[in-house]
């Protein structure tokens, strides 16, 4: 028998506040993330989970607390996002470019992410976490409200068997992706967005979306 893992990215946040930076491990989610949280909430409404995880980043938890307000979220720092460097230290003719094509086609285990952590060692942390969670026998249904590039390696791994990045795996803010696990893996949905299931808004990535947001500061 195949278990089921609902995986979800957190709802919309905003990096940028009256022009300045904000620490993206302290980011609320906005009122339009919240709505689309309460989105996915009823989609999933009437489902028995056992278990919820997030990486313990607020936005995350926040997101676990909409959707699955019975629960107590259970932290799992490993399934943090990738961990951006210094923007200052991309040269200015680059940061377009380090911005848009982050999670373009196959991406090296040792490219980085906005100039910080390498996408082998995102594996590293990410694919230990999930191996553990398998091994547990205390759950049939998971909720697991993550991040974009930490979603984009488990669906990697689970559609190709091993490390390869798959970066055109787009995650929308408060997406919802459904994978079965038991000998091999089944992946039965990707990137449902309940609050727009056609994908009216726009054609741009979220990474498009946050250069334009830079650039605006």
Same mark, same amino acid.
Request: proline letters at 6%; aromatic letters at 8%.
């Given at each position: ?114 100039? *910080?952590? %390498? ?10 976490? $999930?191996?553990? @969670?398998?091994?547990? #026998? /205390? &759950? ?21 068997? *091993?490390? %390869? ?10 997406? $919802?992706?459904? @994978?079965?696990?038991? #000998? /091999? &893996? ?32």
């Amino acid at each position: 028998m195949r278990r089921r893992l609902y995986l979800m990215r957190h709802g919309a946040v905003s990096y940028f506040d009256r022009g300045r930076p904000v620490r993206p491990d302290e980011v609320p989610l906005t009122v339009a993330g919240r709505d689309q949280a309460y989105a996915a909430a009823a989609m999933l409404r009437g489902i028995d989970f056992d278990r919820v995880i997030t990486s313990g980043l607020p936005r995350t938890e926040e997101t676990a607390r909409i959707v699955a307000p019975d629960l107590e979220p259970e932290a799992w720092p490993h399934l943090r996002e990738l961990e951006t460097g210094r923007l200052e230290d991309i040269p200015e003719d680059e940061l377009e470019r380090a911005f848009t094509h982050a999670f373009r086609d196959v991406i090296p285990e040792d490219a980085r992410f906005l100039a *910080g952590e %390498t996408i082998g060692s995102l594996f590293d942390r990410v694919l230990p976490a $999930v191996d553990r @969670l398998l091994a547990a #026998d /205390d &759950w049939d249904i998971v909720l697991a409200v993550l991040h974009g590039g930490v979603n984009r390696a488990i669906l990697s791994r689970a559609l190709t068997g *091993g490390r %390869t990045f798959l970066g055109n795996l787009e995650q929308s803010p408060a997406c $919802v992706n459904v @994978l079965d696990v038991g #000998d /091999d &893996w089944i992946v039965r949905a990707v990137n449902v967005t309940p609050y727009d299931l056609a994908h009216l808004a726009g054609r741009s990535t979220t990474m498009e979306e946050l250069w334009q947001q830079f650039r605006s500061t």
